[in-house]
């Protein structure tokens, strides 16, 4: 063996030691912030849940209906994040193309939930035309009307959010999420009940909630960035009336195809939800625990899918073959790594995992006990292909490649997943595991696709790049 070649292989093993640690750090706050917002999230749904059976069954239907139109924009946003990454990777020290991208964020924001008002604001008719029962869409309809303001602070906190995060300092976005958590819960506390003088305003209150929370998030950020030395350079919100049309429509076309992908997943899941209660209240409440469980999980990939994003959108505007892929496969390597731990989990302890959510030991909750058991076997495999396509997909949107992605999501999810789950299901007889078989299969589909896609991007860029030194 060569001296060059002894000396080579542990300077690439640094290298990716030094990739791991950065994408680390640059994750964990990005995991624990979506951690954060997943847990207003569930304190909404635990204190509507007190009120009643009606309140929660009317505080679940609003809650899907506001999330779907919310989903999509929030996709269309999150093209500020590339941009930026990519323009600092040109430009490190670029302040006047990062402040027109944030600015244009802060435009579709404004341009997006325009429509998703005007949309929920129709949410009585909507439920009823669903087949609802009156005197749930009209309670529903209640809530989604004052949870619907919540959707643009959180939107314009988005924008801010993928500034910090390009500059890779995340943390601050976790700080914010973190009070904005304890605030959620005493809102609800006060608005909910009508504690400590105010309104007891049922699910209502639980709507404000959120958005009073969602406004203090977007404040606090907001004040972040205008005094903290490294963000107020920046003067983000100067201007912010001025035109920028060319970069507005950059965004568009970064970002609707990243909405139509969250659309896609997210309806999937809905529609699979809904399938289940066509089969009866056992395979429902098992695929609910499993669901939930496996959601968790998910905030893992998901942040590294969003720190991958920002390593690779900087190396991509470096013009850095060698980085590109050092960083895309740093992230994909350790968000299927752990994925592969917690499928592990899942077959090894299920029971124990179930019993976060009920009693094991009752008898009464034997049969879901035992579907959730078989779907926690299927959630395992679906781990590894969720975690796959949740890390790719970041990888891709990190080099602006977010048109293909949606198709392979929407042959994938609704050409495959979803059909076929509902043929094994219905017409075979294998109730909730065939729906379940469904959806690893419309994952593993979209997550190979979407890693071959990235090998043959990353090569053509490598190609591409050393010609042109």
């Known amino acids: 063996m060569s001296t060059h070649a002894a000396s080579g292989a542990p300077a690439a093993a640094g290298k990716w030691v030094a990739e791991a640690r950065a994408m680390l750090a640059l994750a964990w706050p990005m995991i624990m912030t979506n951690l954060g917002q997943t847990a207003m999230t569930t304190t909404d749904v635990m204190m509507i849940g007190r009120l009643g059976p009606d309140a929660l069954a009317a505080g679940t239907l609003g809650t899907s209906l506001y999330f779907a139109p919310m989903i999509f924009g929030l996709g269309l946003i999150s093209a500020t994040s590339p941009m930026i990454a990519s323009e600092l990777g040109r430009r490190s020290h670029s302040v006047r193309d990062v402040r027109r991208t944030v600015r244009q964020g802060f435009w579709t924001a404004?341009?997006?939930?325009?429509?998703?008002?005007?949309?929920?604001?129709?949410?009585?008719?909507?439920?009823?035309?669903?087949?609802?029962?009156?005197?749930?869409?009209?309670?529903?309809?209640?809530?989604?009307?004052?949870?619907?303001?919540?959707?643009?602070?959180?939107?314009?906190?988005?924008?801010?959010?993928?500034?910090?995060?390009?500059?890779?300092?995340?943390?601050?976005?976790?700080?914010?999420?973190?009070?904005?958590?304890?605030?959620?819960?005493?809102?609800?506390?006060?608005?909910?009940?009508?504690?400590?003088?105010?309104?007891?305003?049922?699910?209502?209150?639980?709507?404000?909630?959120?958005?009073?929370?969602?406004?203090?998030?977007?404040?606090?950020?907001?004040?972040?960035?205008?005094?903290?030395?490294?963000?107020?350079?920046?003067?983000?919100?100067?201007?912010?009336?001025?035109?920028?049309?060319?970069?507005?429509?950059?965004?568009?076309?970064?970002?609707?195809?990243?909405?139509?992908?969250?659309?896609?997943?997210?309806?999937?899941?809905?529609?699979?939800?809904?399938?289940?209660?066509?089969?009866?209240?056992?395979?429902?409440?098992?695929?609910?625990?499993?669901?939930?469980?496996?959601?968790?999980?998910?905030?893992?990939?998901?942040?590294?899918?969003?720190?991958?994003?920002?390593?690779?959108?900087?190396?991509?505007?470096?013009?850095?073959?060698?980085?590109?892929?050092?960083?895309?496969?740093?992230?994909?390597?350790?968000?299927?790594?752990?994925?592969?731990?917690?499928?592990l989990l899942m077959v090894s302890f299920p029971r124990l995992l179930i019993s976060g959510f009920i009693d094991v030991a009752a008898p009464d909750n034997a049969a879901v006990v035992a579907t959730a058991t078989a779907f926690l076997a299927l959630a395992a495999l679906f781990q590894v292909f969720d975690g796959a396509q949740a890390v790719a997909s970041g990888m891709l949107r990190g080099i602006h490649d977010t048109t293909a992605p949606m198709i392979y999501a929407a042959i994938g999810y609704w050409g495959v997943g979803l059909p076929l789950g509902a043929l094994l299901a219905f017409r075979f007889g294998f109730g909730g595991v065939g729906i379940w078989v469904g959806l690893s299969s419309g994952l593993a589909i979209v997550s190979a696709l979407l890693t071959v896609r990235w090998f043959r991007r990353e090569r053509m860029l490598t190609r591409t790049w050393s010609r042109g030194r």
């Open 110 to 343: 404004l341009a997006v939930v325009i429509p998703v008002w005007l949309l929920l604001w129709q949410a009585e008719p909507i439920l009823l035309g669903m087949g609802q029962e009156p005197h749930l869409a009209k309670l529903a309809a209640s809530y989604v009307h004052t949870l619907m303001w919540s959707a643009l602070p959180f939107y314009l906190y988005v924008v801010l959010r993928s500034f910090i995060s390009a500059l890779e300092r995340p943390g601050w976005a976790l700080g914010t999420v973190s009070f904005a958590v304890v605030f959620n819960v005493l809102a609800n506390w006060c608005l909910v009940f009508g504690n400590l003088g105010f309104p007891a305003l049922g699910v209502q209150g639980s709507g404000l909630a959120t958005a009073l929370s969602s406004t203090f998030m977007f404040a606090g950020l907001a004040f972040v960035v205008s005094v903290e030395r490294q963000f107020r350079r920046y003067h983000l919100f100067g201007r912010l009336w001025r035109a920028d049309w060319p970069r507005f429509a950059a965004l568009m076309r970064l970002g609707l195809p990243i909405g139509a992908i969250l659309v896609f997943e997210v309806s999937i899941f809905n529609a699979s939800a809904f399938l289940m209660g066509l089969i009866g209240t056992v395979p429902l409440a098992a695929h609910a625990i499993a669901i939930q469980i496996a959601s968790v999980a998910f905030m893992v990939p998901m942040g590294l899918g969003q720190a991958a994003t920002v390593r690779v959108g900087r190396a991509y505007g470096a013009r850095s073959g060698e980085a590109v892929a050092l960083a895309g496969r740093t992230a994909f390597v350790m968000g299927v790594g752990f994925m592969v731990l917690t499928a």
